[in-house]
């Protein structure tokens, strides 16, 4: 079974550009997640989807940060304008429901972005 | 509000020695589910475990093991004669429930392991 799928897994911008990560779950998982992951930190969640709803952004910084998972399927991160503090490694994982805390979540290789 | 913390920022062992991660948490909920991973430099998170609270049986997989204390809220993880391969950073985490039912990881800080040979 193939894992959850990141790319690019480098990528280097100057502040004030966009950017946009790109993710392809497991197949047949129901929830994704996205997660914010600073150097010398735990991973923070971003945003979850259930299936292409969100369920949860509250600390997906809203005014720079967007998400998208259309047909519930692949998802797209994008970070419009970047800051210096954006700088970090972002995860994305799938588990297969979502609803009960017994679903493993699955975690890809991640994005590192650098902002210059 | 739930928290996890993991005090061992970095921990330096000579292969073949135990070592002890050391994690504890704090939540309101009286069900709650907790978790370690560990990050390879390869940077996936890989699952490890999953513990539920009403189990404080300790466990024992191979070279891990694995001791949750409820009255201490701590959920210890233990890998013995330690070896290369496992150096990597470790991730403690629980389970959050919010609205809808739904379920997000709250992770720890993380603690660095490096076994030299």
């Known amino acids: 079974e193939a894992g959850v799928a990141q790319s690019p897994r480098y990528k280097i911008i100057e502040k004030r550009q966009s950017v946009a990560f790109w993710c392809n779950p497991i197949s047949g998982h129901a929830t994704l997640y996205w997660y914010q992951q600073i150097l010398g930190q735990g991973p923070k969640l971003l945003i979850q989807f259930q299936n292409n709803g969100v369920v949860d952004d509250s600390q997906l910084p809203k005014d720079r940060f967007s998400a998208e998972r259309l047909k519930g399927v692949d998802s797209t991160l994008k970070i419009q304008p970047a800051k210096l503090e954006d700088s970090a490694v972002y995860l994305c994982a799938s588990s297969s429901k979502g609803q009960t805390p017994t679903d493993t979540q699955y975690f890809g290789p991640g994005t590192r972005l650098t902002v210059l | 509000a739930q928290k996890v913390t993991q005090a061992q920022t970095e921990i330096s062992v000579v292969e073949k020695e135990d070592v002890t991660l050391d994690c504890v948490y704090e939540?309101?909920?009286?069900?709650?589910?907790l978790f370690w991973y560990k990050q390879p430099p390869s940077g996936e998170l890989v699952f490890l475990i999953r513990r539920n609270s009403f189990d404080e049986q300790n466990e024992i997989s191979g070279r891990y093991s694995w001791n949750f204390q409820k009255s201490t809220s701590s959920f210890n993880f233990t890998i013995t004669a330690s070896q290369v391969v496992d150096s990597a950073v470790y991730f403690c985490a629980l389970s959050e429930t919010f609205s809808g039912g739904y379920n997000k990881l709250i992770f720890g800080a993380g603690t660095r392991l490096a076994v030299h040979p």
């Open positions: 939540t309101r909920d009286t069900t709650y589910y």
